[in-house]
């Protein structure tokens, strides 16, 4: 291992044979295979000077360390890998400085890195990590790749303990297996942070993915992600016959006050939440959300407050058990379905947001569709609006909401009102025509040409007088239906510049 050290070589004690060099699984190896931690500690901490023209580095593979490996404030010059390495007892890695770090398919009692700091990048995929990780404050130059990494809880039910992680490029954490709390709280991400196909499950806790404040420079992935024959999980889209595996949450999912540069990608995703347990991205601003996770989570899902650009969706995804969703103080300036998405889903959408009627949720819905080109589901959108308000009003407030819906749909179906008058003075016209001239109002006075159609339409009309409504006088029931075809006439007025009101408002 010395002889290697200087050299640069790796000191590869592998056997060749598979079962006999799995460090994950396989049997116990025997002392020719053993390295003492504490030797390993000597020679990273005071390296010996390499072979002229070479550069050190400690490589193993397939080797053993006995005893913890404790190098807590040290300074690690070399390079450092670790390939299917066996450690009998936990890393401690506490403030350490060093350059490059990579233990591939290593089995790791425990790693504690708090305030690690590392010029390079930091590697463990494949790794088993029975006591959990600790990265609380470590900083990161480039990459930390923890792909298929298999970690459970530590003392604190946390599999990954990483508060405050700052790292400068990407997080690459795809195809993990985690059991115990991932808690990524105020960590920021210079690059993209990809969980696509993790399974994360705490039963132990609240949250599995506790992460509120975070800060990703580029793209969340919580999607599907497949592994290609083998070998690293891929980027791209999978090769025909590539199984995928979707992103699995089962416990609370925390993204509060979350800041994302590029997008947050929610799709093929599975949340199993319990009572009390939510998909929480409350506040998260970004200027994209991709929400397709295929099928709604069996808890709440609460967008409070969130701020985004472009809101990716389907049906599909969302809860429609009333309560199960907030959309409070939720922006978005524009929709983009990934699917279908009729109108009359969409505001069904709202109403299972809004169990208690607030009128913010279809407000917002409505100026984004007015965004999109598109007025008139806008206008059936604040339609639905006003017939979810009435629900909540006084028996007199629903009576008179019925009407001006009926009427002029709120203002919105304006239209309606001049088929109403046409349809009222059509009846009313027919109805005078059936009888016989009524005596007029003043006999010695001037008397216009008795006409059932004016004579209508002068009661219909609250205005305009057309002679015909004060020249005659009408007794018993004519003159009930005289007095109702005037009232009629101002409801329908009444309504109507109601309508037009809201209009101009939302004009000006």
């Known amino acids: 291992m010395w002889r290697a050290f200087v050299a640069g070589r790796t000191c590869d004690l592998r056997t060749g044979r598979a079962e006999e060099d799995d460090p994950l699984d396989g049997p116990e190896w025997p002392e020719e295979r053993t390295v003492r931690a504490r030797s390993l500690a000597q020679l990273l901490l005071n390296p010996p000077p390499p072979v002229p023209g070479r550069v050190a580095a400690l490589k193993l593979a397939g080797v053993r360390i006995s005893g913890r490996l404790a190098l807590s404030g040290g300074t690690v010059a070399p390079y450092v890998q670790f390939d299917d390495c066996r450690f009998d007892d936990q890393v401690m890695l506490h403030e350490v400085r060093a350059s490059s770090m990579r233990l591939v398919r290593c089995l790791i009692p425990r790693l504690e890195a708090a305030r690690l700091q590392v010029t390079g990048d930091l590697h463990l995929p494949q790794c088993l990590v029975p006591g ?74 609240r949250y599995a993915l506790n992460a509120p404040r975070v800060t990703v420079e580029h793209t969340l992935y919580l999607s599907a992600g497949w592994n290609p024959y083998g070998g690293s999980p891929g980027d791209t889209s999978p090769p025909p016959g590539v199984d995928t595996k979707d992103f699995v949450c089962e416990g609370g999912l925390r993204l509060d006050d979350g800041r994302f540069g590029n997008a947050v990608i929610i799709h093929r995703a599975r949340f199993r939440l319990g009572e009390e347990q939510q998909v929480s991205l409350r506040r998260i601003q970004t200027p994209e959300l991709r929400y397709t996770p295929g099928r709604p989570p069996t808890g709440v899902v609460s967008l409070s407050g969130a701020r985004v650009g472009k809101l990716v969706d389907a049906p ?38 809004t169990p208690e009627y607030s009128p913010e949720p279809y407000e917002r819905l409505a100026a984004a569709l007015r965004e999109s080109g598109e007025g008139d589901e806008a206008r059936e959108v604040q339609l639905a609006r006003q017939r979810r308000r009435r629900e909540s009003l006084t028996l007199a407030g629903r009576i008179w909401g019925w009407l001006q819906d009926v009427t002029v749909g709120y203002g919105y179906r304006p239209g309606r009102a001049a088929v109403w008058m046409a349809v009222l003075w059509a009846l009313g016209a027919v109805y005078f025509a059936g009888r016989s001239a009524p005596p007029p109002a003043d006999s010695g006075g001037y008397q216009p040409h008795w006409s059932p159609a004016l004579y209508a339409l002068d009661l219909l009309l609250p205005v305009i007088d057309l002679g015909q409504d004060n020249a005659w006088r009408w007794t018993g029931t004519a003159q009930w239906v005289a007095s109702a075809l005037t009232l009629l006439g101002w409801m329908l007025a009444t309504t109507a510049a109601a309508g037009a009101s809201r209009l101009l408002r939302r004009g000006s």
């Open 132 to 205: 959990g990780i600790r990265l609380s404050d470590a900083q990161i130059g480039t990459d930390l790749l923890l792909n298929q990494l298999v970690a459970r809880r530590d003392r604190h039910d946390q599999a990954i303990a990483a508060d405050g992680l700052v790292v400068g490029q990407d997080v690459e954490a795809e195809l993990m297996e985690l059991s115990g709390e991932l808690s990524l709280r105020s960590a920021r991400i210079g690059g993209r942070l990809s969980l696509r196909g993790s399974v994360l499950r705490n039963p132990y806790g």
């Open 316 to 353: 599909s995804g969302w809860p429609t058990t009333p309560g199960r969703l907030s959309l409070r103080g939720f922006v978005y300036d524009g929709l983009a379905p990934a699917e279908e998405f009729p109108l009359r889903a969409r505001i069904a959408w709202l109403r299972t947001a």
